[in-house]
């Protein structure tokens, strides 16, 4: 299993620009999270999916983001405007629905919007 | 209140030492509890689950108390490449949602 693919791996972006972060969960797993982290707040929960259906999404920040999972194995996270602040690195993980199992990350997109 | 909270640290310790981290959490609903390891620049990597009755892996012992709403991780006979961030977290009832604390950093001293 190749795990948890995300892309790309580093992105710069000028301020005002629009962003897509890809992430492709492993195979049969339901669920799909979004994190960001940064060293002042650690990791945070942005959204998550189930069965592709997104669950909460109380985490995304403001309006300038959204996410989709338009199948089983392929979601987005969308900045637009992108802004200085939203420089961090995001990380997608994905789970099965089993209790205990916990995640798989993937290797993360470090963002940085000047 | 965070759900989770750790000791951010830095524990700085010697090869060989013993080295243990706490986390407490605030929600008594919470169902399972994982310790991850980061390391710099790297995602998150699930160290080991924590089980009611304390279990160890190797050189590493996970334990939970859940009156007192805490787990811990004890590390042993330290080497250089424990050197990491420790995360601990915890999952709840609802949904498949998890809580990660803001991680404890252990550097491990030649």
């Known amino acids: 299993d190749a795990g948890v693919i995300q892309s790309p791996r580093h992105e710069v972006t000028e301020m005002g620009q629009e962003v897509t972060l890809r992430c492709k969960p492993i195979?049969?797993?339901?669920?799909l999270f979004w994190y960001r982290q940064t060293m002042m707040r650690g990791l945070e929960l942005l959204i998550y999916?189930?069965?592709?259906?997104?669950?909460?999404d109380s985490g995304m920040p403001e309006d300038r983001f959204s996410a989709k999972m338009p199948n089983a194995s392929f979601s987005t996270l969308k900045i637009q405007p992108s802004e200085p602040r939203d420089s961090a690195v995001y990380f997608c993980a994905s789970s099965t629905d089993r209790v205990g199992y916990g995640y798989t990350f993937g290797s993360g997109t470090r963002l940085t919007v000047v | 209140r965070k759900e989770v909270e750790q000791d951010p640290g830095p524990f700085n310790v010697p090869e060989g030492a013993t080295v243990a981290f706490n986390c407490t959490y605030s929600?008594?609903?919470?169902?399972?509890f994982f310790w991850y390891r980061q390391d710099c620049r790297k995602e998150p990597k699930l160290l080991m689950s924590v089980y009611s009755s304390g279990n160890e892996d190797g050189r590493f012992t996970a334990q939970l108390n859940r009156a007192s709403q805490y787990i811990s991780l004890l590390i042993r006979d330290s080497k250089l490449s424990d050197s990491a961030t420790y995360l601990c977290v915890v999952n709840l009832i609802v949904g498949n949602q998890f809580y990660f604390g803001t991680g404890t950093s252990l550097t491990v001293i030649p």
């Open positions: 929600n008594s609903a919470s169902q399972s």
């Open positions: 999916f189930n069965n592709n259906v997104p669950i909460d």
């Open positions: 195979s049969g797993h339901d669920y």
